[in-house]
């Protein structure tokens, strides 16, 4: 079936640190990949999306490139803040029946970064 | 902008109890949704409504009720509340226009509800 693996935390790293979430998918067809932010005790936002292969999603600082050929997303940051801290949720979007399309999560990597 | 709208934010229910979980969106989307994050789990989906008048089962359906009131509305309703049903819960919406790769969906805040 279809699945979204990304890599368990938490992850620890120091502020100005280079950031990378892999996050790997299975699916039939031709997935939209996403990832969702949530701060502490907030739902989830949308950080940033790509709907087909070779597509680079990107906010924030942060980015993200579809590779069809390795079935990845990662997430990256060249330089992460504070304010970062957070979980990030890999997801992936497929259709139901043809006529709907619904979310697929990962488990969420919780990401703490220090001052 | 207000966007989607769940309540109540927190609840305690005995085991036993029922409730209802409120969900309004003013986007004026056609697809809305229920999903329950456990820890470790990620998100899960519970039902979906592709538009007004249509309820579908997601993954875990079971022991939960929806109803889609209005575009706008969708609810969500435990009959005999469990402690298995202790979880956080996000209704989301997205515009569903038909292109399926124009699609995105947006969550609530969440509600957080504890069966004892």
């Known amino acids: 079936g279809n699945s979204v693996t990304q890599m368990e935390g938490p992850v620890t790293l120091s502020e100005e640190a280079f950031l990378t979430i892999n996050c790997t998918y299975t699916?039939?067809?031709?997935?939209?990949l996403f990832w969702y932010v949530q701060y502490p005790g907030e739902g989830l936002q949308l950080l940033l999306k790509?709907?087909?292969?070779?597509d680079k999603g990107s906010n924030k600082g942060f980015e993200a490139t579809y590779r069809k050929e390795t079935t990845s997303f990662h997430l990256e940051k060249g330089s992460v803040q504070v304010s970062d801290s957070a979980v990030y949720f890999c997801?992936?979007?497929?259709?139901?029946?043809?006529?709907?399309?619904?979310?697929?999560f990962g488990k969420g990597t919780k990401l703490s970064v220090k001052p | 902008n207000a966007g989607v709208t769940q309540t109540p934010k927190f609840q305690v229910l005995k085991t036993g109890q029922s409730m209802t979980l409120q969900c309004a969106q003013d986007?004026?989307?056609?697809?809305m949704y229920w999903y329950r994050q456990d820890p470790g789990m990620g998100l899960r989906l519970i039902y979906y409504?592709?538009?007004?008048?249509?309820?579908d089962k997601g993954e875990v359906p079971n022991g939960y009720n929806v109803s889609r009131l209005n575009k706008r509305e969708f609810s969500l309703r435990l009959e005999s509340a469990a402690p298995s049903q202790t979880s956080v819960y996000f209704c989301?919406?997205?515009?569903?226009?038909?292109?399926?790769?124009?699609?995105?969906?947006?969550f609530g805040e969440g509600s957080w509800l504890t069966v004892v």
């Open positions: 997801a992936l979007l497929m259709n139901y029946g043809g006529s709907q399309g619904n979310l697929i």
């Open positions: 699916a039939t067809g031709y997935p939209s």
């Open positions: 790509a709907t087909k292969a070779d």
């Open positions: 409504s592709a538009s007004e008048g249509t309820t």
């Open positions: 989301a919406s997205s515009p569903w226009t038909g292109s399926f790769s124009g699609n995105t969906i947006y």
């Open positions: 986007m004026n989307h056609n697809s």
